[in-house]
């Protein structure tokens, strides 16, 4: 318990502040578009915040440089999210 007390504010209201608007967009978008869609463009967005906190070092981790492979794997993330639109 004395350790959650030293947790950063940023934590709390950081996570629950993105984790209901990540619940909220896919409850909204999953109709509109379709699970695949939504999820991928999530997992896209999940993949881009880690390789930002990669590259600067953000929250304490290792630093990771991008490099070509890392941008790479990232468009063709991307690329899949907009491929999953086309019926």
Known sequence: MSALAGTPWWVWAGGGLLGAFAVTAALIGIP??????????QVFGQLLAAVMIDHFGWLGVPRV???????????GLFISAVLMQHK
Request: net charge positive.
């Open 32 to 41: 509109r578009v379709s699970a695949g869609i939504v999820i991928g463009a």
């Open 65 to 75: 440089s991008l490099n070509p492979w890392r941008v790479a794997g990232a468009i």
